[in-house]
């Protein structure tokens, strides 16, 4: 009996010990927004998007594909693959560079002669790929968000 009860209380402290293991961190979706839109000269739109990491882990993010639309017109496709690695809670940025549509063009020309008064809405939605702290996999992102643009006071062409 002496032995049985020795054994059983063995077993559960090594299931104790086992129990207390490194903890794990919790992973959350990324925020994807646009932190500045400039105009190229060729007619190309330069995206500075800013990836927020909403875990409390590392990840290492490798792509982002998803769509940009601006007011309620035709959304233009997001992609890029890159290797970013963000630290827990904290945001970084990409460039990417997109073709607008022809409207997509005249919509910002009417919020850029508004001036400082001008805002232009816009929406992204789409995946980024990343792989967290503690995974060995890399796994897709959910993201969707929306927010609003506006000329930069004293920078040409440049929105934020």
Not at 53 to 81: C, I, T, W
């Amino acid at each position: 009996m002496k032995r049985l009860l020795r054994g059983s209380f063995l077993l559960l402290l090594t299931a104790g010990l086992v129990a207390c293991g490194p903890p794990k961190k919790s992973v959350f979706p990324p925020t994807v927004s646009i932190q500045q839109l400039k105009l190229l000269p060729d007619g190309e739109w330069q995206l500075t998007v800013r990836i927020q990491n909403n875990s409390y882990g590392e990840m290492d993010f490798k792509s982002l594909d998803g769509q940009l639309q601006v007011a309620e017109l035709v959304p233009v496709r997001l992609h890029a693959a890159f290797e970013l690695d963000v630290p827990a809670l904290v945001g970084d940025v990409i460039t990417i560079e997109v073709l607008p549509t022809a409207q997509m063009v005249k919509t910002l020309q009417a919020v850029n002669a508004k001036g400082s008064a001008g805002s232009l809405a816009y929406r992204v939605t789409g995946s980024a790929n990343a792989k967290p702290e503690q995974e060995k996999q890399t796994r897709d992102f959910d993201f969707s968000g929306n927010d609003f643009l506006s000329p930069a006071p004293g920078i040409p062409n440049t929105f934020r």
